[in-house]
């Protein structure tokens, strides 16, 4: 790992002249305080400034310690931009026990308000972004704005990766302070310019702008509309990927006008792919989420939608779609069971030799499947392929409802996966949420982590429909649950499994329906 002396004195974590001060031995051992440090220093834990901490470095991380790199070079070539902390922080503890309720809501927040009125540039910085993201996900975003506001820019402010600026943006964007947002995406745009979050957050303001100015003009809105769809196609277009357009052109872009190019082209030796696609209640998204499927290109494909009785014209849309394209199959649950009790019936009737899953309110890039296949075929040893999305509304904001370090991230519902991985893991848990999760630490548990590979990570290759009130957004199954609540018992308890089977894979198979449960799931999680 080759990291300079340019670049460790220029770095805010190195610190020549404290080191120095810190510790006299450097001064007689006649070595400049940066060899020092990597010879002498760092072996004996010392730090190499006041903000570096490589013993408590190499414990939170074990991966690094059992890589036998350096602490600080590593955090200074990756570690911080992979938004690792190079010290123990009191922000980002109060930051943990705010979301996992450990800690009285009021108490976090003035001990969070306090290290950001702070001196420590570290601490305040981070209590910045926490108290930030924590009242966006409140709504207050104005509130938010403010706290980001305050927080520092420049070398040293945590955490280090580009989470903070989005989010700057965006609550600026959604409180109605455009010129400021504006302002911030500079800042962002110079920091990140080929970024996709940053190319979606400009997509974003163009958006809010069209809104917050109705008297602007016909032609000034119709420009403000083509240019979001101008910049979504950017994030494709470096990639190599297929442009999008919209099924109406002079409608403002929408998640259920998003349209392909062209048609697809099916060669007959690729190998066949099974899409599963549960549905319930879903005749109003399910077209968006059927059209994306048939215009996949370059993919041999079978899909089957699953209905699990729905209330609605959800069975008679599918069938509909299904008259039209041989491809397409629907098979109706006779009872309403639940979102992976579809899958799992999907699963039993899959012929492909790989396998996916496709929701039925969501939107995927023409590109999507072709790219996740070719994942598989070029790497043998993967025996799943994820891609990444990103989270929208129905008229294509894009957001994220917790930000981490950005708005794009990995999407676990819709593996692609081998069918040796079905024959030996079998089925997904039949649970209301986060099953989908579960099978795929299920599969890591089984295989190993070379055995997971991804494709374009940051590049989005669905989008997500946001919807106020689904299992995800509200009640006892909301996201937030992952830090404390049934999520999180959830995934104690299926981890436990996975441990104790690890060893043979063949012990964490589950039938799609078992006589009994092999870990406890809370109440509220099941059907």
């Not at 799992?344 to 995927?364: C, K, M, P, Y």
Request: net charge negative; hydrophobic share 40%.
């Amino acid at each position: 790992m080759r990291v300079s002396d340019d670049q460790l004195n220029a770095s805010p974590w190195f610190d020549a002249d404290w080191y120095r001060a810190t510790y006299p031995d450097v001064e007689l051992s006649g070595l400049t305080a940066e060899a020092h440090y990597l010879r002498v220093g760092e072996p004996l834990g010392r730090r190499p400034g006041p903000s570096f901490d490589p013993r408590w470095y190499l414990a939170e991380y074990p991966d690094i310690a059992q890589a036998g790199v350096s602490p600080l070079l590593h955090f200074i070539a990756y570690g911080e931009k992979e938004g690792r902390l190079p010290c123990g922080l009191e922000a980002q503890r109060w930051d943990s026990a705010l979301w996992r309720q450990t800690e009285p809501v009021s108490a976090c927040l003035q001990a969070l308000e306090e290290l950001l009125a702070g001196v420590s540039l570290p601490e305040a910085s981070y209590a910045g972004f926490a108290l930030g993201r924590w009242y966006a996900w409140q709504g207050e975003w104005t509130h938010a704005a403010a706290c980001l506001a305050r927080r520092s820019r420049g070398k040293g402010v945590l955490p280090s990766h580009h989470g903070p600026d989005l989010l700057t943006v965006e609550t600026f964007g959604r409180s109605g302070q455009l010129s400021r947002a504006w302002q911030a995406l500079a800042t962002l745009q110079e920091h990140a310019p080929e970024w996709p979050d940053t190319r979606l957050a400009v997509a974003n303001l163009l958006a809010w702008q069209a809104a917050a100015y109705p008297e602007a003009g016909a032609d000034r809105q119709h420009e403000w509309q083509r240019q979001r769809l101008k910049w979504i196609n950017g994030v494709w277009q470096c990639h190599g990927l297929a442009d999008v357009e919209l099924t109406d052109p002079n409608a403002p872009p929408s998640l259920d006008h998003l349209a392909a190019h062209d048609s697809p082209f099916l060669p007959h030796d690729s190998p066949l792919i099974t899409v599963i696609v549960p549905a319930f209640k879903a005749a109003d998204t399910l077209p968006t989420a059927l059209r994306g499927l048939a215009a996949q290109r370059r993919v041999n494909l079978e899909v089957i939608v699953v209905d699990d009785a729905s209330p609605d014209e959800t069975a008679a849309v599918a069938e509909a779609f299904a008259a039209s394209d041989k491809r397409f199959r629907v098979i109706r649950q006779p009872s309403n069971q639940g979102a992976y009790a579809a899958r799992n019936r999907g699963l039993a009737e899959a012929q492909g030799e790989f396998i996916t899953v496709h929701d039925s309110d969501d939107w995927s890039h023409p590109d999507k499947l072709a790219t996740q296949l070719a994942g598989l075929l070029a790497n043998p040893e993967w025996k799943v392929c994820c891609s990444h999305w990103v989270r929208c509304s129905p008229d294509l904001v894009f957001g994220r409802w917790r930000m981490e370090e950005g708005w794009i991230y990995r999407n676990v519902s819709s593996l692609m996966f081998r069918r040796e991985v079905f024959e030996t893991l079998g089925y997904w848990d039949r649970v209301r949420v986060e099953a989908d999760t579960e099978y795929y630490y299920r599969i890591l548990a089984a295989f190993g982590p070379e055995a997971i590979g991804e494709v374009l990570p940051g590049v989005p290759l669905a989008f997500g429909r946001a919807v106020h009130g689904s299992l995800t957004a509200v009640g006892a199954t909301h996201l937030a649950t992952q830090f404390r609540g049934v999520r999180a018992d959830y995934r104690q308890a299926s981890e436990a499994w996975h441990r104790a089977g690890a060893e043979r894979p063949e012990r964490l198979y589950l039938p799609a329906e078992p006589a009994e449960r092999p870990f406890v799931a809370p109440a509220a999680m099941l059907p």
